[in-house]
T-cell receptor, first 113, second 114 residues
Framework: DQQVKQNSPSLSVQEGRISILNCDYT??????FLWYKKYPAEGPTFLIS?????DKNEDGRFTVFLNKSAKHLSLHIVPSQPGDSAVYFC????????????FGQGTTLQVKP | NAGVTQTPKFQVLKTGQSMTLQCAQD?????MYWYRQDPGMGLRLIYY???????DKGEVPNGYNVSRLNKREFSLRLESAAPSQTSVYFC?????????????FGPGTRLTVT
């Protein structure tokens, strides 16, 4: 039972355009959501997070949107750069629990020059 | 600060052999985690330690054991390796204090079991 799903295995965008990565979850107990970026042969790197009391969080070129009623979150990257090419994982957690993260399967983003 | 370090980086085992994956963090974090990453499956939690002195099972604990040696170190042991345990293993740590729930990952150990 996949509690966190990233339905798009891959995404290709042109440099300078917007990249939108999507993530859906099923467990209503999740109240904290994170995005990680992963380059080959490296560990995942924390990118941005959002708690369920907000519907938007912004950090430079990266913005995460949360739609609790739809159990959906998205990561927007504007403008996209070739260095953004990586695998992006969304993850969800219940803050009052043990801090365990449940990860989606990942989306491979390719930004073309 | 080295962050989260893992040893070894690569390992090849024969079926039935045992080994221990080492993980250490120098960020004074309370919680530590072990994940495995397989193609198309994201990262799955094997075991975690919410605080020094405690360990608990994650989603896929079978075939593994862990030891939280002290606040810095959290090791993962494979007692009798199987080909199904071929994977990339990541250790992570988290402060898990109010407002800071992010996990920080090591570079990974790529394990092949033949």
């Amino acid at each position: 039972d996949q509690q966190v799903k990233q339905n798009s295995p891959s995404l290709s965008v042109q440099e300078g355009r917007i990249s939108i990565l999507n993530c859906d979850y099923t467990n209503s107990m999740f109240d904290y959501f994170l995005w990680y970026k992963k380059y080959p042969a490296e560990g995942p790197t924390f990118l941005i997070s959002i708690s369920s009391i907000k519907d938007k969080n912004e950090d430079g070129r990266f913005t995460v949107f949360l739609n609790k009623s739809a159990k959906h979150l998205s990561l927007h990257i504007v403008p996209s750069q070739p260095g953004d090419s990586a695998v992006y994982f969304c993850a969800a957690s219940a803050m009052e629990g043990t801090g365990k993260l449940i990860f989606g399967q990942g989306t491979t983003l390719q930004v073309k020059p | 600060n080295a962050g989260v370090t893992q040893t070894p980086k690569f390992q090849v085992l024969k079926t039935g052999q045992s080994m221990t994956l080492q993980c250490a963090q120098d960020m004074n974090h309370n919680s530590m985690y072990w994940y495995r990453q397989d193609p198309g499956m994201g990262l799955r939690l094997i075991y975690y330690s919410a605080s020094e002195g405690t360990t608990d099972k994650g989603e896929v604990p079978n075939g593994y054991n862990v030891s939280r040696l002290n606040k810095r170190e959290f090791s993962l042991r494979l007692e009798s390796a199987a080909p199904s345990q071929t994977s990339v293993y990541f250790c992570a740590s988290s402060p898990r204090t109010s407002g800071s729930y992010e996990q920080y990952f090591g570079p990974g150990t790529r394990l092949t079991v033949t």
